[in-house]
């Protein structure tokens, strides 16, 4: 052991200088690389910022004004308050955070057992992961028929629990595969330390979870927050969620393209806000591929 | 502490069975080992009487009261996992108190019993730190302290030493011993390695395809294994097994191994003459063969087929009959590859096994 620890590595000079020495024209390249893709990928968002706040002679010029002379905010109190946004921002609020809450809740719960327990076999769990191939449009009519049946179109309630139809096969899924990767024996410590299955869940393996939770949670969220298709079929105008109400503001003879783009705006900033607010844990728990046990 | 009594106890996981029909006492205060190669079931009897896992027949007693059917929690054990099973969000502190917190315990005397057992571990400077800022031997000992902080009747503890290095090694085997002899505790400790049980243990279970090959203490085991599984796992190195025929000449009884005529004792002759068949099997530790440089009585005659030289001792592979010999001798008899010495296989040092390849009983 002592002979092979003492075998000189290989020099590091040589190792460290070949990215020095081919770093001018592959750093730029890469940097070039990659401010390609980030026009690519941001231009669509910033032109959406800019039409929000351009006045409605700038919308459609040709030559299109790409950096606009001075801010103009109509746009934003007309979406706000002509086209209902802050109704929409509020009812997507509700529906998407208890949806998102309710699943995460059960989901997790769910996931938990069905990592450690073989609650069902191995037929429930895929049964629970088959829910998320279904097509919305698929059970679009029996959904409509069934929440009315119940008197309970353009609701709360009937968006919530329809939304937790896709929300929490998909919690269960990625919670279970990371339950099952969370070594038992710290579980087990708990459990011969004293603790319920319940304690030991919520003192040794929620506070491992964490960056999971939280990254399965915002993807619930923004999957809540944007959807489209069970919103057209269940809301009649009482219930009117953002995604619901930007393609109403199309229907005119003229688009107001610079309200559209404020609507949206709004609609992101949410997103864009929470995902900013807890990027040091999504950084951790979108790899949970990598958790160890030590 | 506590007595514990482990009747006809049985596990299976689908087809594999991990522990059949296993019984078992484990008298107050005593440190017993649970020896076995892996996959031998040691584990799950563990587990069995922590009540992380089900028997599916048989009964656990805790004194005299039955705990098979009793949740993990209200068994009162502690035990010390493989791994540690450290919690990594708390610190050190509050790993050790944990068992006590949940079991309410107030603040204050929580934290008077924390720094005892902080106290009697050494690791009281490091109650601050996080448990992944330490190192393995530390971690190991918080482990130790969280197990003991709570009074349990029993102790448990899977594979204690074998996450360290070779020097914690042996330190880490006396401080086990000394703790256990100072908290007077029932303990048992799951090993793969006999040097953990022989240097730890009052009682050594050594377990095989679930089974418990022999209960007994250092010596005993050591001594008079009870069959050829027994005798090769205990000892270093292994004991030589040899295939012999037990023959009667002059009205003398004596068997034949490697060629040559060995006498036995008085003691054996008995069982040796009462067996069914003439084949049996013949096993000697190498340190108890002796290398003799001139002929004589009963010696057998052998080169040197390789030497290892270990420091504190010298181990000899000889090759006679087509059977391997291993002897070990001292440090300072230095024999070459190929010299021819003479082997003294003394009556005395025999054990006697009915034959088979695995597993012969003890005959004598």
């Known amino acids: ?294 | 502490m506590s007595r514990v009594t482990l009747k006809h106890l049985s596990r299976s996981f689908g087809p594999v069975v991990a522990v059949r029909d296993l019984s078992l006492e484990i008298p107050d205060g005593t440190l017993l080992c649970l020896l076995g190669p892996s996959g031998s079931g040691k584990t799950t009897t563990l587990r069995l009487i922590a009540g992380l896992e089900r028997p599916d027949g048989g009964e656990v007693w805790l004194d005299d009261d039955e705990i098979t059917g009793l949740e993990p929690r209200d068994r009162h054990v502690g035990v010390m996992f493989q791994g540690y099973a450290l919690y990594p969000q708390m610190s050190v502190l509050d790993n050790i108190a944990y068992p006590l917190k949940v079991r309410g315990t107030p603040r204050g005397e929580r934290d008077i019993r924390v720094a005892e057992v902080a106290r009697l571990l050494e690791i009281d400077g490091l109650l601050g730190r996080g448990v992944q800022q330490i190192s393995g031997g530390q971690q190991q000992r918080v482990a130790l302290a969280r197990a003991i902080v709570q009074r349990p009747r029993l102790f448990l503890l899977d594979e204690p030493i074998s996450n360290l290095d070779a020097v914690l090694r042996s330190t880490m085997r006396a401080e086990i011993r000394r703790l256990q002899k100072m908290l007077g505790a029932t303990t048992v400790v799951v090993s793969h390695d006999q040097l953990d049980a022989l240097a730890m243990a009052d009682l050594i279970a050594i377990m095989k395809d679930g089974v418990v090959q022999q209960l007994g203490t250092p010596d005993e085991v050591y001594d008079r294994p009870s069959n050829t599984f027994v005798a090769r796992f205990i000892g270093e190195p292994q004991m030589n097994l040899l295939p012999a025929t037990i023959e009667r000449s002059d009205g003398q009884l004596g068997v034949r191994a490697l060629g040559h005529r060995l006498a036995v004792t008085e003691a054996v002759s008995g069982p040796l003459s009462a067996a069914t068949r003439p084949d049996v099997t013949v096993g000697v530790r190498p340190r108890a063969v002796r290398i003799h440089r001139s002929a004589g009585e009963g010696r057998v005659v052998a080169a040197v087929y390789l030497a290892a030289p270990e420091g504190s001792r010298v181990i000899y592979q000889f090759q006679i009959e087509g059977e391997r010999l291993t002897v070990e001798s001292e440090p300072e008899l230095r024999l070459n590859e190929g010299e021819e010495v003479h082997l003294e296989l003394r009556p005395e040092t025999l054990h006697f096994f009915a034959p088979g390849s695995d597993g012969g009983a003890r005959i004598a």
């Open chain 1, 1 to 294: 052991m002592n002979s092979a620890g003492s075998v000189s590595p290989t020099p590091p000079g040589p190792a460290m200088q070949r990215p020095v020495t081919r770093s001018r024209t592959s750093l730029w390249a890469s940097i070039l690389g990659v401010a390609i893709g980030l026009v690519f990928f941001l231009f669509p968002i910033y032109w959406m910022l800019v039409t929000s706040v351009k006045p409605p002679s700038e919308w459609l010029t040709n030559p299109p004004v790409f950096i606009p002379d001075r801010l103009y905010l109509q746009n934003y109190t007309d979406a706000l308050f002509n086209w209902g946004g802050l109704k929409g921002l509020e009812d997507s609020g509700i529906v998407a955070v208890s949806a998102t809450a309710i699943g995460m809740v059960l989901g997790t719960l769910a996931a938990y057992a069905l990592a450690r327990f073989r609650v069902g076999g191995t037929n429930l769990s895929f049964f629970i992961l088959s829910l998320l191939f279904m097509p919305p449009v698929a059970i679009g009519i029996p959904m409509f028929l069934f929440w009315s049946a119940l008197g309970l179109v353009d609701t709360y309630i009937a968006l919530v629990v329809q939304y937790l139809t896709f929300t929490l096969p998909f919690v269960v899924w990625v919670m279970k595969g990371f339950f099952e990767d969370l070594p038992v024996d710290r579980e087990e410590s708990a459990l011969v330390n004293g603790a319920s299955r319940l304690r030991a869940f919520w003192d040794v393996v929620l506070p491992n979870a964490r960056p999971a939770l939280v990254a399965t949670g915002l993807l619930a969220f923004i999957f809540n927050w944007n959807e489209f298709s069970i919103a057209v079929l269940l809301s009649r105008g009482r219930v009117t969620t953002l995604p619901f109400i930007l393609p109403t503001m199309m229907e005119s003879h003229y688009v107001l393209w610079g309200d559209i783009a404020a609507m949206a705006a709004v609609g992101a900033l949410p997103v864009v806000i929470i995902a900013f607010l807890l990027q040091r844990y999504l950084v951790r728990g979108l790899s949970f591929g990598a958790i160890r046990s030590e």
